[in-house]
């Protein structure tokens, strides 16, 4: 009896955008797709755009015989270049489209990638804004969408239209209930493209020196997307994010098994001082994360010197709540984890900021909840010329 698992092979390179993989990667895991994450390096670990460290499941170079029903490839620079330079992933991607599979590319990669290997020639396709006269020159019909489906070929423009990307692929592969049902759960937001808003209660202004000093805690099955987002977002406002790992290894496998690598363990900055700490979810990460008393401990001191903290997804509801962080504050959290909040009042914001605490839902509002962060240290404007940034 033929298998009904569909498969999906995303590469990766030194200069992926570590958030278009990231989200492909997670909500192509949610759809049920069996996905490979290959390395087109020497070796499975790649650094990534700002300073994230990926981990692979393997090298390209041992599946070239392999089939998949959908190749997929981020974009990122230098990484997009390197994907266009590597010809056994050119020769997949060829008889991919020979052979009538799926291909599918996002932000540079199908310009530099798909177009530059003749997959595009009259084809309606899209790109990252600055990459849109390339895809015109490889003979494609450059359009402006934010998805863009042209036969067995799909396109997508940047970060923040990678999980509508992402939703489009699993409806090709699996079907529109199955895609439904995946976007339900991550909350998606309802006006893609429209400017952001978060709700705000009791202004306050969150203050630095110099530049902010933020750290982002991860824990085995945090929500990936949630992590990379902050750290990606935080990190091209010029903030000083460091990533550090609850437990004893700095590689991190999230909650759609997708491989994190942390800076430092927590436990080396426990005694270090942050203008902001900032919690990523998952069901299981979030619990993870309310159990390690070091950082329990380093919140309720943020809190005590009110100094800002956040968390989004189950965070707010398992780690926040039970220590007594969110007394006398509005917040939301994921729906499945809402009841666990004592004021549900605010449940179905997208994003609240009560004061010092910023919360959020899903991985669906991650980058607005990300950008949140940004205009509250460093104003509407600079959050709005990163939201257009990144196509959000």
């Given at each position: 009896m033929a298998s009904s698992t569909k498969t999906v092979l995303i590469p990766i390179a030194h200069g992926t955008e570590p958030l278009e993989a990231v989200a492909m990667i997670t909500v192509l895991r949610?759809?049920?797709?069996?996905?490979?994450?290959a390395s087109v390096e020497t070796q499975v670990g790649v650094d990534?755009?700002?300073?994230i460290k990926m981990v692979a499941d393997t090298l390209l170079s041992d599946i070239t015989d392999s089939v998949f029903d959908l190749i997929v490839l981020p974009g990122g620079l230098p990484g997009g270049e390197t994907l266009k330079n590597c010809k056994p992933l050119e020769n997949m991607v060829k008889k991919q489209d020979s052979d009538g599979r799926l291909n599918a590319a996002i932000c540079c990669a199908p310009a530099l990638a798909l177009g530059t290997w003749g997959l595009l020639e009259g084809k309606k396709a899209t790109g990252y804004p600055v990459f849109m006269e390339k895809l015109a020159a490889?003979?494609?019909t450059a359009v402006e969408s934010r998805v863009q489906i042209d036969g067995r070929i799909v396109t997508s423009r940047g970060p923040g239209t990678t999980i509508e990307f992402s939703i489009t692929l699993i409806e090709q592969l699996f079907g529109k209930e199955k895609a439904d049902e995946v976007s339900s759960i991550l909350l998606l937001r309802p006006n893609p493209g429209e400017e952001f808003t978060f709700t705000e209660l009791?202004?306050?202004?969150?203050?630095?020196e110099d530049t902010p000093q933020i750290l982002v805690p991860i824990a085995e099955d945090s929500e990936e997307i949630e992590a990379i987002a902050l750290v990606d977002i935080l990190r091209r406002a010029k903030a000083n994010v460091v990533i550090a790992a609850v437990g004893n290894s700095l590689e991190v496998v999230g909650?759609?098994?997708?491989?994190l690598v942390a800076e430092v363990?927590?436990?080396e900055v426990a005694e270090k001082s942050f203008d902001l700490i900032v919690l990523p979810g998952g069901l299981n990460g979030a619990p993870r994360l309310a159990s390690c008393e070091k950082l329990v401990n380093m919140l309720k001191k943020q809190a005590e010197a009110n100094k800002p903290y956040g968390g989004i997804c189950a965070s707010p509801a398992y780690v926040f709540e039970p220590n007594g962080l969110l007394k006398g504050k509005k917040a939301t959290t994921h729906p499945v984890a809402s009841d666990k909040l004592s004021d549900k009042s605010h449940i179905e914001h997208r994003v609240v900021v009560d004061g010092n605490v910023i919360t959020s839902r899903a991985p669906g509002t991650a980058m607005e909840?990300?950008?949140a962060i940004?205009?509250?240290?460093?104003?509407r404007e600079k959050a709005l010329q990163l939201a257009k940034a990144t196509l959000v």
């Open positions: 949610r759809g049920g797709a069996d996905v490979t994450v990534a755009c700002h300073g490889t003979c494609a009791n202004q306050t202004n969150w203050s630095f909650s759609r098994k997708a491989k363990l927590l436990d909840f990300s950008l940004v205009e509250k240290f460093y104003g």
